[in-house]
């Protein structure tokens, strides 16, 4: 939705392709609508379904394929449901552009977790680490990741790979399974009591939303710099905390109090991921400029704006 937003904003004409199946996105959508009434147009539908997807990619200058089963959780519960939307639904969307729209760059949404759970790595993740997926989700969108990279080898197709670390926004909507920054803020608004997977010292380096969707514009430039590659795409070691600390800095911002108790860790859940973003900092001129403590204020507003008086 933000990226969308972002393209809209930018002057793209945008077609916006998703089947709503996110609790939330359907305010988003009425969101969207009333923003950009006449540059953007939406279409329900499912990447699973390869006809409707090569129906809304055809013609199109650039595809952003982030529609995915996005919890590690629901993947554990369902494997063949996760493999079906993120590994079929992204060769439909491949296949749609290779047929459909074969000069389009596509940028394709990625994540760290196909790094694996890198035990004994205390630095910044760099593209050389090896890939090791782990959880049926790991496994499913490290494959697409795989694929949409070879489709530029095997096909000449315009790819861009971005393994996405922890990103959180505006129209974030975390729930205990998947967006965790988006959780945190709309339960300690709400004194709703949060559970902590682990002992809270997990660290990631968290990423506003607004500073990927420059990215993303920077990716879909035509034959550009970042054609054919992938990047770790993060906040860098700059905004890397740890759960406690995002804890204290949302209710620095709010005022408000958490409430919250510890559980045992969970399958798949790194120890600590920082991405290394030198590689696509040299070759788009791009690092975030939006640091944490901004970032949450901002989502803060938004969550307190959607609270009916
Ligand atoms: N948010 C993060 O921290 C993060 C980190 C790494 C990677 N990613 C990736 O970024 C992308 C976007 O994630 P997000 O956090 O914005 O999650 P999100 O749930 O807000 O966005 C995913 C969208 O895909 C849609 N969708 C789900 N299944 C679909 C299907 N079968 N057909 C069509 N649409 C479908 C959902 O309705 C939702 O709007 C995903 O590919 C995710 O794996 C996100």
């Known amino acids: 939705m933000n990226a969308a937003d972002h393209f809209a904003r930018q002057g793209w004409r945008v077609r916006l392709f998703d089947n709503l199946s996110r609790a939330g996105s359907d305010q988003n959508l009425v969101w969207i609508g009333a923003q950009h009434p006449s540059s953007l147009d939406f279409k329900a539908g499912d990447v699973r379904d390869a ?125 205990e399974d998947q967006g965790w920054v988006a959780h945190f803020v709309h339960s300690i608004l709400a004194g709703r009591p949060l559970a902590i997977y682990g002992d809270g010292h997990q660290v990631r380096d968290l990423l506003d939303a607004r500073d990927l969707c420059r990215l993303y514009e920077l990716a879909v430039e035509p034959a550009g710099p970042a054609t054919g590659q992938v990047f770790n795409v993060g906040g860098g070691p700059a905004n890397a905390r740890d759960l406690l600390q995002v804890i204290a800095a949302i209710e620095a911002a709010s005022g408000r109090k958490a409430e919250y108790r510890f559980a045992a860790a969970r399958p798949g859940d790194q120890r600590r991921y920082v991405s290394d973003l030198a590689r696509v900092t040299a070759t788009v001129g791009w690092q975030p400029e939006i640091g944490v403590d901004a970032g949450l204020t901002d989502m803060i507003a938004w969550a307190r704006s959607l609270v009916v008086p």
């Open 51 to 175: 006809d409707l997807v090569a129906e809304a990619v055809r013609g199109a200058d650039a595809v952003l394929h982030l529609a995915a089963q996005v919890a590690v959780t629901t993947s554990m519960a369902d494997p063949l449901g996760d493999f079906a939307i993120n590994l079929t639904g992204t060769l439909n969307v491949l296949e749609a552009v290779r047929r459909g729209a074969p000069e389009a760059t596509v940028v394709f949404a990625s994540t760290n977790k196909v790094y694996g759970e890198l035990e004994n790595l205390d630095g910044a993740v760099t593209e050389d680490q090896p890939l090791d997926f782990r959880t049926p989700y790991g496994c499913s969108k490290g494959a697409a990741d795989q694929y949409v990279h070879d489709y530029g080898r095997s096909f000449g197709l315009q790819t861009v790979v971005l393994r996405q670390s922890c990103i959180y926004g505006r129209h974030q909507n975390g729930s």
